[in-house]
C-alpha cells in the first residue's frame, strides 16, 4: 500500500502536471519504476471493534435515545418514527456516509419542516416526501455537489437554525406546561397566555427536574463530579423525571409506543405539484446543508482533539450527500423521520474517542435493540420531560457565539431577515430571503466606496476604502485633482479589487502628474488586490511589475502570537514615477524603507514583548533554502511562532556521519533540549533543484561541497528505488520521479531526526511529535504526510489535511 498525500485545500485538485524541470535520471535508477504492482496476496479480514469505539457508541446510543423520542414528539409523528430514523442514521448512514464519526439520525434541526409537512399532507405522505428528498440527495452526490453547499452565507445558516430553535422552543413551552402545541409560531405566541393560566402542576413539575438535572449535571464540582459528568445529561434528566414520575405517582401523559405491526410505512403523496416539489426541495436542502456543515465541524473536532489522530481520514462531502440520501430513503420508507447529521451527538462521538465509523454502527444497533426489548421501560417517559429537553435544544439553536460572529462580520441584517423569515413564513422562505439580503449586503459593499483627501507635511493624501470599480471612477478622478501640480502625492489603497476602469484613470492622472514635476506613490496594495486585467498591481514606468514588501497581514493570515497583537499588515509598496531601479542596493534599501514606514510601527510592540520574554517557537520547521518557499506564508505564523532551519534539499545529516554537518544536528539540539519545542516539521517542495541533482548524478556524488552535502540524499534515492518499501504518492493526481523523490525525501529526513538523541528521548518521553509536509510550488498548494490506514507502523504513509476554516452548525 503506498502512502498519500492529501491537500489541505477544500476542493479536490484535478489532474497537474509537475513543474519540476527535472534533469533526466539515470536509467539505473527509473529502471522498474513504471512497472504495475504486483497484485496483492489475499488475506483474510476479520471484524474487529475497537474498545474506544465501543464506548463512544455507548455513550451517543444514551444522547439520542430520549432525543430521538422527543424530537419525534415535536413533530407530531408517531414516536416511533424518531427511533428508525436514529437506527437507519446509524446503520446506512454510518456504513455509506463520507464522515465515519458523524452520528446521523432525527435532528432538531428539521423539527419545524416535518411537521409543516405532516400537518399538510399527514404521516405516510410525508414519509414518502423523506423517500423523495433521499433521492433528490442521490442525485446531487451523483453531480458532485456538495460543496456548493458550503458557499452558503454563514449568516443565512446561522440564522435558520436560530429561527429553527425559537419554533422548536415556543412549540414544546406548551407541552411544558401541559397542554397542547398550535400549528404556527404565531398561533403559539397567541395561547400562551391562556395556557400559562390553566397550568398542569404535573407536567411542569417533571419539565423543572428535568431542565435542572440537563443543566446542573454537567456541573457537578469535585472528585465525585468527575466520574458522574461521564453519564450524558440528557439521559440523566428523562431519567430523573421518569423514575420521579413513577414513583410519586403523578397523573400526567406518557409516553405510548404502539405495537410495531401497526406501525404505518411510507404512503406517495396528495396534494398539488408545486407544494409537493416545494416540500421535497425544503427537506433536501435542510438535511444536506445541516449534514454536509455537521461534516465539516466533525473535522474540525478530530483535527484539534489530543492525541494521536484517528486513523480516518478527512470527510468526502460528496460521498456524504450519497449515504445521507440512502439513509432517507430507507428511513421514509421504513415510517421514520427525516436523517440529518446531528451535532450533539457527532461531538459526543469524538470527544468519546471513536476512531472509525463502527462506532456509529454500533449505536445504531443498540437503538434496534431498545426499540425492540424496552417499549415497557420506555412508555414510562412523561411527555413534558422529552418536551423540556427539546425545548433546551431548541434554545440552544440560538447561539450567542454566533450572534457576536455575524455582528462581527456586520452581517446582523441577514441573520434577523432569515430568522424572522424561518419563523414567520417557514424555513424555504426564510432561506431565500436571507440569501437575498445576503446577496444585496455583498452587493452594497462591492459598491460602496469611501475616497478621501488631505494634506499633511506637504504630502497630499488621498485614501481609498472598499473596492475600486468603475462606480467609483468619478469620485476618484474629483479627489486626485484636488492634488497640485509639482507635489508629492501618495494614493491608499485599503480594498482587494480594482477593475480596468479605475487603472486607466489612476494610470492616467500617474502620468499627467509626473509630467508637470510632481511624484506619486502608491500604498496599501495588498497581495491580494488584484486588478481586472493587470493582476491588481500597477506597471512601473518600463512596464515592469513593482516589487511588493515581505510582510504578512490580512492578505495572508496572522500567526497565533500576532493575533494578541495589532498583527502585521502587507505593505505591497509600488513606487510611481521612479523609473527602474538602481540594483540590488536600491531594491534593498527601499524594502527596508517601506518596512520602517509601513510594517515596523504596527509589530513593534509585539517585537518588543518577544524581546523582554526572549523566544518560545512550538514548532522546529527544517525546509529547503529554496526563495520561492515563504514559511510564514505557508504556514500562517508570525514571529516568535517557528525556530526555522533552511538548507539546500531539507536534509537532516545522520548524527556522526562522514561529511556531516554539526550546523543542523546543534539546532535540532538547541530547538528540542534548550527551547522545548512541541513539534519538528520536515518540509520538502515540488521542483526541487538538489532532488533533480540527486536524479542526475545518481549515487556517484561529486567533490565539490555541494555534491558533498548532497551525498545526505543517498538514502532517499536509494528508498526510492526500493520496490520492497511502500512508497508516497499524491493524493488526487500521478506523480512523476523527481516529485516522488522529493516526497520521499521528507519521509527518509523524519527517519533520520529519530536518529539524534535528543529527538530520541523528547519521543520517548511523548514530549515530541515529528510531522512531514509538502509544498507544491506551482499549484500554492500544501500537503501533510500521515500514516495510512490499515497497515501496521513503519514506512507506510498517507495524508491527512490541515485544518480549513468553515461553518459549523449549532
Not at 488 to 515: I, K, P, Q
Not at 591 to 616: K, M
Request: proline share 6%; glycine share 12%; net charge positive.
Amino acid at each position: 500500500m503506498s502512502s498519500a498525500c492529501v491537500p489541505t485545500h477544500p476542493e479536490s485538485l484535478g489532474p497537474a502536471q509537475s513543474e519540476a524541470r527535472a534533469a533526466a535520471p539515470s536509467p539505473q535508477l527509473t529502471k522498474g519504476f513504471d512497472r504495475p504492482p504486483s497484485p496483492p496476496t489475499p488475506s483474510r479480514r476479520r471484524f474487529r471493534i475497537e474498545g474506544a469505539d465501543l464506548s463512544a457508541s455507548v455513550s451517543v446510543f444514551l444522547i439520542a435515545l430520549p432525543l430521538s423520542l422527543g424530537i419525534a414528539l415535536a413533530t407530531g409523528a408517531p414516536l416511533q418514527a424518531g427511533l428508525v430514523a436514529a437506527a437507519v442514521g446509524g446503520l446506512v448512514a454510518g456504513r455509506l456516509g463520507g464522515c465515519p464519526l458523524q452520528v446521523s439520525g432525527p435532528a432538531a434541526g428539521l423539527t419545524v419542516v416535518t411537521a409543516d409537512l405532516i400537518h399538510r399532507y399527514g404521516w405516510r405522505a410525508t414519509c414518502g416526501i423523506t423517500v423523495l428528498a433521499g433521492l433528490a440527495q442521490l442525485g446531487l452526490g451523483c453531480l458532485r455537489v456538495a460543496r456548493t453547499a458550503l458557499a452558503v452565507s454563514p449568516a443565512v445558516v446561522h440564522g435558520m437554525l436560530a429561527g429553527i430553535g425559537v419554533t422548536i422552543a415556543v412549540a414544546q413551552l406548551h407541552i411544558v406546561l401541559g397542554g397542547n402545541p398550535q400549528s404556527s409560531v404565531l398561533a403559539n405566541v397567541r395561547a400562551l397566555p391562556a395556557q400559562l393560566a390553566h397550568l398542569h402542576p404535573a407536567a411542569v413539575t417533571m419539565s423543572a427536574l428535568t431542565l435542572a438535572l440537563l443543566f446542573g449535571w454537567p456541573r457537578i464540582p469535585g472528585r465525585v463530579g468527575r466520574p458522574l459528568r461521564t453519564v450524558p445529561a440528557a439521559l440523566v434528566a428523562v431519567a430523573g423525571a421518569t423514575a420521579t414520575a413513577s414513583l410519586t405517582g403523578l397523573v400526567l401523559p406518557r409516553v405510548d409506543l404502539p405495537s410495531w405491526s401497526s406501525h404505518a410505512l411510507a404512503g406517495l403523496p396528495e396534494g398539488p405539484v408545486l407544494g409537493i416539489v416545494a416540500a421535497v426541495l425544503t427537506t433536501t436542502l435542510v438535511c444536506s446543508v445541516q449534514s454536509l456543515l455537521g461534516a465539516v465541524a466533525v473535522d474540525k473536532l478530530v483535527a484539534g482533539r489530543p492525541g494521536p489522530q484517528s486513523r480516518v481520514g478527512r470527510s468526502d462531502l460528496d460521498r456524504e450527500l450519497l449515504g445521507q440520501g440512502a439513509a432517507n430513503i430507507v428511513s421514509g420508507a421504513l415510517g421514520g423521520l427525516p436523517v440529518a447529521g446531528v451535532a450533539v451527538r457527532s461531538s459526543a462521538n469524538v470527544q468519546s474517542g471513536a476512531v472509525s465509523r463502527n462506532s456509529t454502527m454500533l449505536h445504531g444497533v443498540f437503538v434496534v435493540v431498545a426499540a425492540l426489548l424496552m417499549v415497557p421501560v420506555l412508555d414510562l417517559i412523561p411527555l413534558a420531560s422529552l418536551a423540556a429537553l427539546v425545548m433546551a435544544v431548541g434554545i440552544q439553536m440560538v447561539s450567542l457565539h454566533h450572534i457576536r460572529t455575524v455582528t462581527r462580520h456586520r452581517e446582523v441584517a441577514v441573520y434577523v431577515v432569515t430568522t424572522l423569515g424561518v419563523v414567520i413564513l417557514g424555513v424555504l422562505e426564510g432561506v431565500l430571503l436571507g440569501i437575498a439580503v445576503a446577496v444585496a449586503v455583498a452587493l452594497h459593499r462591492l459598491t460602496r466606496t469611501r475616497i478621501t483627501h488631505e494634506e499633511k507635511g506637504g504630502v497630499h493624501r488621498v485614501h481609498v476604502r472598499g473596492q475600486l470599480t468603475f462606480l467609483a471612477v468619478p469620485r476618484l478622478s474629483r479627489a486626485l485633482h484636488l492634488v497640485p501640480q509639482g507635489t508629492h502625492a501618495v494614493v491608499e489603497l485599503d480594498g482587494s479589487f480594482m477593475d480596468h476602469a479605475a487603472y486607466e484613470s489612476l494610470r492616467d492622472w500617474r502620468r499627467a502628474h509626473t509630467a508637470q514635476g510632481g511624484s506619486a506613490e502608491l500604498t496599501g496594495c495588498r497581495e491580494g488586490v488584484r486588478s481586472a486585467e493587470y493582476g491588481g498591481r500597477p506597471e512601473d514606468e518600463d512596464g515592469r511589475e513593482p516589487r511588493a514588501s515581505h510582510g504578512q497581514g490580512p492578505g495572508l493570515a496572522q500567526g497565533p502570537s500576532l493575533a494578541q497583537g495589532s498583527g502585521l499588515v502587507r505593505s505591497g509598496l509600488a513606487r510611481w514615477g521612479g523609473g527602474r531601479a538602481g540594483g540590488a542596493d536600491h531594491e534593498l534599501a527601499r524594502g527596508i524603507s517601506v518596512f520602517q514606514r509601513d510594517t515596523a510601527p504596527l509589530v513593534r510592540e509585539e517585537l518588543a514583548r518577544l524581546a523582554r520574554e526572549g523566544q518560545q517557537p512550538s514548532q522546529l520547521f527544517l525546509t529547503c533554502a529554496d526563495s520561492r518557499l515563504v514559511t510564514s506564508m505557508i504556514t500562517s505564523s508570525g514571529p516568535g511562532d517557528l525556530f526555522v532551519v533552511r538548507n539546500v534539499g531539507n536534509l537532516v545529516p545522520l548524527p556522526g556521519e562522514e561529511n556531516g554537518d554539526d550546523s543542523v544536528s546543534a539546532a535540532i539540539e538547541y530547538a528540542v533540549d534548550v527551547l522545548k519545542v512541541r513539534s519538528i516539521t520536515v518540509c520538502g517542495h515540488s521542483g526541487c533543484g538538489a532532488m533533480q541533482a540527486l536524479l542526475s548524478a545518481g549515487s556517484g556524488g561529486g567533490t565539490s561541497p555541494l555534491g558533498r552535502w548532497l551525498r545526505h540524499g543517498l538514502p532517499s534515492l536509494a528508498r526510492l528505488a526500493d520496490h520492497g518499501r511502500p512508497g508516497v504518492r499524491l493524493a488526487g493526481r500521478a506523480a512523476d520521479t523527481t516529485e516522488r523523490l522529493c516526497m520521499t525525501n521528507v519521509v527518509q529526513q523524519l527517519e533520520h531526526l529519530r536518529a539524534h538523541d535528543s529527538v530520541a528521548r523528547a519521543l520517548a518521553a511523548g514530549e515530541l511529535e515529528l510531522q512531514g509536509m509538502y509544498f507544491h510550488v506551482g499549484e500554492a498548494q500544501a500537503y501533510l504526510l500521515r500514516r495510512a490506514e490499515g497497515e501496521e507502523a513503519g514506512e507506510v504513509f498517507e495524508g491527512v489535511p490541515g485544518a480549513e476554516e468553515l461553518r459549523s452548525p449549532a
